[in-house]
């Protein structure tokens, strides 16, 4: 099992998006923060006023996007990239193939990036 925080603008935007990826509700700690389950994953999206999101010491402050990412698995690419357009996604990339399978770069409504990746068949 694995637990990954994005940082987001918007909680309450974000969760269609998360949604139309198969993600379900866990819990939800008020308006800027909610725990989304897929199988072993656990995804954290913490709002403005959530502990992740205050200024550090430095006087840097956290905020989306960056190019790490998570990857999730689709089992058709094609399709997950339809229904995420139709619901105003933004892609960072155009599909591309390489040895293992076929992949796509989505940004969540706060500009978090995510993989969408189909694995080529055996």
Same mark, same amino acid.
């Given at each position: 099992?694995?637990?990954?925080?994005?940082?987001?603008?918007?909680?309450?935007?974000?969760?269609?998006?998360?949604?139309?990826?198969?993600?379900?509700?866990?819990?939800?700690?008020?308006?800027?923060?909610?725990?989304?389950?897929?199988?072993?994953?656990?995804?954290?999206?913490?709002?403005?006023?959530?502990?992740?999101?205050?200024?550090?010491?430095?006087?840097?402050?956290?905020? $989306? @996007? %960056?190019?790490?990412?998570? +990857?999730?698995?689709?089992?058709?690419?094609? =399709?997950?990239?339809? *229904?995420?357009?139709?619901?105003?996604?933004?892609?960072?990339?155009?599909?591309?193939?390489? $040895? @293992? %399978?076929?992949?796509?770069? +989505?940004?969540?409504?706060?500009?978090?990036? =995510?993989?969408?990746? *189909?694995?080529?068949?055996?």
């Amino acid at each position: 099992m694995a637990t990954v925080r994005y940082l987001v603008n918007d909680v309450d935007s974000a969760l269609p998006f998360y949604e139309a990826l198969g993600f379900t509700l866990v819990e939800r700690w008020g308006p800027p923060f909610v725990m989304l389950g897929k199988g072993d994953l656990t995804l954290w999206l913490s709002g403005p006023g959530t502990s992740a999101s205050r200024t550090l010491a430095d006087g840097s402050l956290p905020k $989306p @996007g %960056g190019w790490n990412r998570v +990857v999730i698995e689709v089992p058709n690419l094609d =399709l997950a990239i339809l *229904e995420l357009k139709k619901a105003g996604a933004r892609f960072r990339s155009e599909p591309v193939a390489g $040895p @293992g %399978g076929r992949q796509v770069l +989505v940004e969540d409504p706060s500009g978090n990036p =995510l993989e969408l990746f *189909e694995a080529a068949e055996p």
